[in-house]
Nanobody, 122 residues
Framework: QVQLVESGGGLVQAGGSLRLSCAAS????????MGWYRQAPGKQRELVAT???????NYADSVKGRFTISRDNAKNTVYLQMNSLKPEDTAVYYC????????????????WGQGTLVTVSS
């Protein structure tokens, strides 16, 4: 079984910073892209940022220039550095790995984390 465990959420004032971490564990043979999504109250889940195993990144327009996604392939961990936070960044942030190659059987699974709450006060 494969798990993604997020950490680093919390309460911060507008203009502040937080760093989220997401560690994958289990019978993992390899992980391709990893990413962060968020879901604000009453809204649909939306993409925040993704990163490939080779380090190619993609960001939502709303976070470009403020958030930075990175990963440590050796640790199967992805990070999200969030700077200049705004109240509209308040949401539950979810880690996602859409194609995790697992053993035995060498099959692909999509895995989601349980989410971590980020609250930005004005």
């Amino acid at each position: 079984q494969v798990q993604l465990v997020e950490s680093g959420g919390g309460l911060v004032q507008a203009g502040g910073s937080l760093r989220l971490s997401c560690a994958a564990s289990g019978s993992i043979f390899g992980i391709n892209a990893m990413g962060w999504y968020r879901q604000a109250p009453g809204k649909q889940r939306e993409l925040v940022a993704t990163i490939t195993s080779g380090g190619i990144t993609n960001y939502a327009d709303s976070v470009k220039g403020r958030f930075t996604i990175s990963r440590d392939n050796a640790k199967n961990t992805v990070y999200l550095q969030m700077n200049s936070l705004k109240p509209e960044d308040t949401a539950v942030y979810y880690c996602n790995a859409p194609r995790v190659l697992v053993t035995p059987g060498l099959r692909y699974l999509e895995v989601w984390g349980q989410g971590t709450l980020v609250t930005v006060s004005s």
